[in-house]
């Protein structure tokens, strides 16, 4: 008799309850993938971590050999997961590096992988301390693609204007903040500050509904009123702003097509993140068993929800396929295009419609490759587009093609204790500096590292016989 799902593959993953290393089938039940582990101590587990089989296993033909960093940070010593990090096993540099400058908030959202809040208030970093993990990125990176500055609520912070003065004083070619919006709102002085940061300056703006409840649920207010300020003000200065999305499965993964809409009728909005919430932190009212929203699920539901997208255009990103999904539209007077309506087809993929052509023609797949990296700010997406069209015959190029014409949609799923996979998180690009100099993944981060929480994972930490040292 057959079983009733098929094996797909072998790969390892951590018990939920004790994070012990261990081995984790990957089963494929009609459309749905199931992670399904064993534990000596707590059983069996059985993790949904996709609605979409077929995209699934798309993801493995985007994979590419990964990116180095300049240097490795820790020897392995007991094996992934608890090496972080960098240890020379990872598999790929860091796209984008977070740096948190603060574990106070002005705000105290139910839902916090880094449990912020003005409790925490006291709790700002240095600038001396600060200089510190920027110069770790530095040294990792050489001119680190994306350095995030990031909390907590990093523009509560006395010396922020300094701190980003810092940033800007290293050799970082893009540099964001990731805010709550709310000292925008309030702050005309504020805003008109940052605006000087520009160009190659970003913000990533928490934005996980147009409506009330929502907000309620994740952030315990009603921030609407908030939002329509802070956006009016970069409106006005025309800062480059991405809105990011926490979704939680019931709550307000019904409204992506409408946060869609409302995105690309701001002239400052570059696009949209789309992050389901990972189970770290302060979960408040999170069941990983009822509440999980997978990366597929997201995407299926973008497609459903919106026009702006079609099938074609929402692809794995190769840095990390599992955990990435982008898609790329085009804003212009006409309205938004999406980018594959601008290419001929045949071009991005196979005539099955399920194979990127990378291999017809390396400077089509080096473009490619550039637009789709999570490294690729607007302002080099629109220079990588801009060639991309070139190699292209046959296809009108746009005579002015600015960043501000770029509209991105980035879907990131990070692993937590349930969905963690080894073999993809070895591949993660979005890491955070340790206070202590470690650059971690920042899936594992919040796991096992944040605020002392190593100690969970001392127990695994059996000695190997052979360290591997480190190499530069
Ligand atoms: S996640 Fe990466 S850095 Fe951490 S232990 Fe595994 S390979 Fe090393
Ligand atoms: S999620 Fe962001 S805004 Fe909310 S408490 Fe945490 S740091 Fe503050
Ligand atoms: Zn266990």
Known sequence: MDRPYLFYELTNSICA?????????????????YLQKWC??????????????AYYRRCREFLKPGQMPKKFNTPIRYGCPYDCGLCPDHEQHSCLTLIEITDGCNLT??????????????????????????????????????????GGEPTIHPQFFEILDAARGRPIKHLMVNTNGVRIAGDAEFTRRLATYMPGFELYLQFDSVRPEPQRVLRGADLTDVRRRALDRLNEHDISTTLVVTLQKGLNDDQIGEILEFAVQQPCVRGVTFQPIQDAG????????TDRLTLGEVRQQILRQSSLFA????????????????????KTAAGVVPLTGLLDPQALLGAEGSTIMYEQ?????????????????????????????????????????????????LIVQFLD??????????????????????????????LFYRDGREGLIERWKEPAVNLVPLEC
């Open 282 to 289: 302060r979960t408040q009212g999170f069941n990983p068993a």
């Open 361 to 409: 023609s390396h400077a089509l797949r080096n473009e490619l490759f550039r637009l789709f990296s999570t490294a690729a700010s607007p302002v080099s997406s629109a220079a990588s587009l801009a060639q991309l069209l070139c190699c292209l015959p046959n296809i009108p190029i746009p005579d002015a093609l600015h960043y501000n014409n770029v509209f991105r949609v």
């Open 109 to 150: 959202c139910p839902i916090c992988y880094s449990d912020s809040g003005p409790h925490r208030n006291a709790s700002h970093k240095s600038l001396e301390q600060v200089e510190f993990l920027l110069d770790c990125c530095v040294r990792n990176e050489g001119e680190p693609d994306v350095v995030q500055i990031s």
């Open 311 to 330: 099938e074609r255009d929402l692809i794995p990103v190769p840095c990390h396929p599992d955990c990435l999904c982008m898609g790329y539209s085009l």
């Open 40 to 53: 000596p101590e707590h059983g069996r587990q059985k993790v949904l971590i996709s609605t979409d089989a």
């Open 417 to 446: 204790a349930h969905s963690m996979d080894i073999r993809s998180v070895k591949r993660t690009c979005v890491h955070i500096v340790h206070p202590d100099g470690r650059i971690i993944p920042f899936d594992t981060y919040n």
């Open 17 to 33: 309850t004790c994070f012990r290393k261990v081995e984790a089938k990957v089963l494929i039940e009609g459309d749905l993938v």
